[in-house]
């Protein structure tokens, strides 16, 4: 099996070396196309303004001066184009990609892009509890368990461009509970906060971020998955088509 592996925290961030050492206890073919910098929160964003710019680091190892939608694209079109992987892994990403942070997340992005190409595509991420930050994160939940829930995928058909989104939850190994497979949640959106300051020229600048979290009556998303100490596995699909809609849609326009 051929892996692609990919991410938005760069080619030199400590979650990738997690998931290369996962790669390579499944396979000895591994490549690496990543992007230079952190590029957290960038989406499917694409550069098409300026050149993209490809360095290489080691055998079968490169950074894309771009994003992690970039990093995708040149490994598909140019560094595999005659070699396509069997499989891209996107990760591990350090913080949680849960609810609507995967429409923001370039690790999911990565993966997406893959699906997109007909590879079957998997992100990771471990989650962190929020006074944690920087080099603090600690990956131990997604390198003790990140095996055993790959493993069972590399068997299971995924259907025509989708992709699976893991999280694994910020407690030690031997906490975690499971593997839950879970929808995507979604979070109040009134309680998205945007954090005023101040720099010491006096010009102002916001930071922003997520408040609480809304939980479902049923308690099957991903956000709740997490809460509970189970590592969440969500199927994700392409398609934003909502069909739902498309009758009275439809008859809107008669």
Known sequence: MRILLSN???LHARGLEVLEALARAISDDVWIVA????????????TISEPVRLRQWGE???????????AVKIALGELMKD????????????????????????????AMEG?????RSIA????????????????????AWGERVLRPLLDQPFAPRTLVNINFPPIAPDEVRGIRAVRQGLRDHGGQMVDRRTDPRGVPYYWLSTGRMTHTAAHD??????????????????????????????????
């Open 8 to 10: 938005d925290d760069g």
């Open 35 to 46: 992007p230079a910098e952190e590029q957290s929160g960038k989406g499917r964003s694409l």
């Open 60 to 70: 079968r190892r490169w950074a894309v001066s771009g994003t992690p939608t970039d």
């Open 83 to 110: 070699h396509r992987p069997d499989l891209l892994l996107s990760g591990v990403n350090r913080g949680a990609n849960l609810a609507e942070d995967t429409s923001y997340s370039g690790t999911v992005a990565a």
């Open 115 to 119: 699906a997109f190409a007909g590879i």
């Open 124 to 143: 990771l991420s471990q989650c962190y509890p929020s006074p944690v930050m920087g080099d603090a994160v600690t990956f131990e939940a997604a390198e």
């Open 221 to 254: 998303t991903d956000l709740e998955a997490i809460a509970d100490g189970f590592i969440s596995v969500t199927p994700l699909h392409l398609d934003l088509t909502h069909t739902g809609s498309l009758a009275s849609l439809a008859a809107t326009y008669r």
